[in-house]
Nanobody, 123 residues
Framework: QVQLVESGGGLVQAGDSLKLSCTASGRTLSGYNVAWFRQTPGKERESLAAINWTGRNTYYADFVKGRFTISRDNAKNTVSLQMNSLKPEDTAVYYC????????????????WGQGTQVTVSS
């Protein structure tokens, strides 16, 4: 079992940057593909980015390409999401997830989830 904890969320202004971190305990993250999702009230949880277990392959949803960067440090058991040029519409609860296939971009494909961290972007 992998326990995931997200951190780094907060309140920022439009145009600012934030870096979210996802840290694992219980088991190493190094053998897992990891993804970041986000969810707003009344909407489906949407996939933002994913990184494969080696860190060599990444995936980004079109609406975050060029603004968000996913990376991992297996030695620190951490996957990060650098978010730049934030917009008010990026306001959501952000979740990391592990254990899905790299080409899987729905929440049902991932068995392990963190509790989420709130990101609020003011205009």
């Amino acid at each position: 079992q992998v326990q995931l904890v997200e951190s780094g969320g907060g309140l920022v202004q439009a145009g600012d940057s934030l870096k979210l971190s996802c840290t694992a305990s219980g088991r190493t993250l190094s053998g897992y593909n990891v993804a970041w999702f986000r969810q707003t009230p009344g909407k489906e949880r949407e996939s933002l980015a994913a990184i494969n277990w080696t860190g060599r392959n990444t995936y980004y949803a079109d609406f975050v390409k060029g603004r968000f960067t996913i990376s991992r440090d297996n030695a620190k058991n951490t996957v990060s999401l650098q978010m730049n040029s934030l917009k008010p519409e990026d306001t959501a609860v952000y979740y990391c997830a592990a254990g899905g296939g790299f080409d899987s971009h729905t929440r049902l494909d991932y068995p392990y989830w963190g509790q989420g961290t709130q990101v609020t972007v003011s205009s």
